[in-house]
């Protein structure tokens, strides 16, 4: 299915940004306790129109927001 308009945007945050409406998380946090300097968390998010699925990032090493591909 194709990835609707408010993935498209949320995709494309590089840095920390509230999910859109349509984003439910679909698990509990992971959470990262022993990362230098603070330890970070993870959070996944589907999106209920498209269903494009995303993790969220508090790490700086990584994207605020990545979809998952494939
Ligand atoms: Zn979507």
């Known amino acids: ?3 609707c308009p ?5 995709a494309k ?5 509230r999910p859109h409406e349509h984003l439910s998380k679909t698990d509990v946090p992971r959470i990262f306790k022993g990362a230098k300097p603070r330890g970070f968390e993870e959070q996944d998010y ?4 498209c269903q494009t ?7 700086k090493n990584d994207l ?3 979809v998952w591909r494939g």
């Open 1 to 3: 299915m194709a990835i």
């Open 64 to 66: 605020a927001w990545t």
């Open 46 to 49: 589907q999106c209920q129109i």
């Open 6 to 10: 408010l993935c498209e945007i949320q």
């Open 53 to 59: 699925k995303f993790t969220h990032s508090t790490s």
């Open 13 to 17: 945050m590089s840095k920390n940004g």
